[in-house]
């Protein structure tokens, strides 16, 4: 024979849906801590990998990469270097050139 209990009281009701609620979120609380840990734990592992160089070595690396490209470079005459970049900044904007287009090239300067 099964027995079904129906009829509880108000207050047990409330107790069991508190203890349920409780364990929901104790469980829930403890999954986060958890990963947190594990998010934490990433750093070191990132650190253990690979040591970054020091600021200093890749200081003096710039410094030398910037040295060979500037010794690389030629005293040369730009004209022809800005007139391509005047040739190809009056296509985008979609003017045929001439006296009429009202596009003038003020200066260029030399960025280093």
Do not use: W
Not at 57 to 82: H, P, R, W
């Amino acid at each position: 024979m099964v027995y079904i209990h129906i009829a509880e009281s108000m207050s047990d009701l409330m107790a069991t849906a508190g203890m349920n609620m409780l364990l929901g979120m104790g469980t829930v609380f403890c999954v986060l801590i958890l990963i947190m840990f594990v998010i934490s734990s990433f750093k070191l592992l990132g650190n253990l990998e690979k040591k970054p160089e020091k600021k200093e070595d890749v200081k003096t690396s710039v410094d030398k990469a910037v040295d060979q490209i500037v010794a690389g470079e030629e005293a040369q005459d730009d004209t022809e270097l800005i007139a391509v970049i005047s040739a190809a900044i009056a296509a985008y904007e979609g003017s045929t050139g001439g006296s009429g287009s009202g596009y003038v090239v003020r200066s260029i300067r030399r960025i280093r």
